[in-house]
């Protein structure tokens, strides 16, 4: 509990969760929408792309970040979601939804959605205190897990009893806490100015050399080139198959409905919901080797899941697939943030949220791929080379990791 003495992070961690508890229902409800109205797990793969889309321009908003301050940056991206929610909710309620709306709606949503993450974790490094870092970092992530518990487990059974209309009401009020409780997070780069750390009226270099700068800066440091390589991967190789491909798994192997879609998504949550509480205890794990240990740990559970053709057995390797994803990032967040300097933070995670955009890649070569060899087969395949790849990056890179 030592990360709630700062003000600034009793006020980021509910914030966090009502944001994140929103995207989960979010999530939930308008892929199984989709996948319902087409039938087709390609244009399933492609509504769980567009929500990715924004990752290409993540640098951006780590740079406006360390400009502007990270908590205005984060005010104005969770004032959007607000928007585009509230426009869903009245066009449901109006019985004016369609999948070509919600797809545009998704594209828009996603080019701000995906630097939130990034947002959030440099607000932590700007307002905690070193040696607190890593059990904010495991604090934190319990935000968006417990959300996916909740938000897993509340989405489907409101789309189910109640319909679309009613469960987006829900969404948008979550939306609105989380935004009203933003406004209370310290504003780091004001705090800084007024102390001094940063003369008033300094004259920053271009928003354009601040990203050269930055992509710079991962590129030269081993760690944070290796770090950065592995999160490129396991969005390409892991999170699909944790994610974006869950509602058919549900739909078209185990034959089932929404509710069993929540007790997935919820089986891995919980799993990640304890990890992530027992990394927050581990001040003194090596970030690194536990970061391959628990990608490599990730990537078999994976494996297992893909052999699994009944709900139960899902359920079980995905909450072991929880446990190792939770080690694997929240490692990896402390090492990027303990390797980079300062002043090149918001920068760092920016590219690090930009590496994210295997995500989308990686859906949308599933999907050709499920329709071609089927589910199983497409599944073993992405587990084999993630694991393949993370032991051939924990032995490129040694002598830093």
Known sequence: MSPFRVRSFRFQWPADLFTSCAFEMETLILGWYVLVETGSVLMLTAFGALLFAGTLVSPIFGVAGDRIGHRNVLCGMRACYVVLAAIIMVLAFADRLSTVVVLVLTGLMGMVRSSDLGMRVALVAGTMPAERLTAAMGVLRTTSDTARIAGALTGAGAFAIFGIGPAYVAVVCF????????????????????????????????????????????????????????????????????????????????????????????????????????????????????????????????????????????????????????????????????????????????????????????????????????????????AGLGLSCTLAIAWRWRASL
């Not at 003369?199 to 050269?212: E, V």
């Not at 052999?307 to 929880?322: F, H, K, T």
């Open 175 to 382: 939306y609105v806490l989380g935004l009203l409780l933003t406004l209370g997070i310290s504003d780091v780069r004001l705090r800084m100015e007024q102390t001094g750390a940063v003369p008033l009226g300094y004259a920053r270099p271009s928003a354009w050399r601040d990203l050269r700068e930055g992509i710079a800066h991962v590129w030269s440091t081993p760690r944070l080139l290796a770090a950065i390589l592995l999160v490129f991967l396991v969005n390409m190789t892991a999170f699909p198959l944790s994610n974006g491909l869950l509602p058919y798994v549900v739909r078209e192997v185990y034959r089932l409905d929404q509710a069993a879609l929540g007790y997935l998504i919820a089986a891995f949550s919980l799993g990640a919901l304890l990890g992530s509480m027992t990394v927050s205890l581990r001040e003194g794990a090596r970030p690194a080797r536990t970061m391959l240990v628990a990608a490599v740990a990730w990537h078999g559970f994976l494996l297992a899941f893909a052999q699994m053709r009944d709900l139960y057995g899902g359920i079980v390797m995905l909450m072991l697939a929880g446990f190792a994803q939770s080690f694997c990032i929240v490692s990896l967040t402390v090492l990027l943030l303990q390797t980079s300097h300062e002043r090149m933070r918001g920068r760092v995670i920016g590219v690090r949220m930009l590496a994210i955009y295997s995500l989308p890649l990686g859906l949308l070569a599933a999907g050709a791929l499920i329709e071609r060899i089927g589910f199983g087969a497409t599944a073993t395949l992405y």
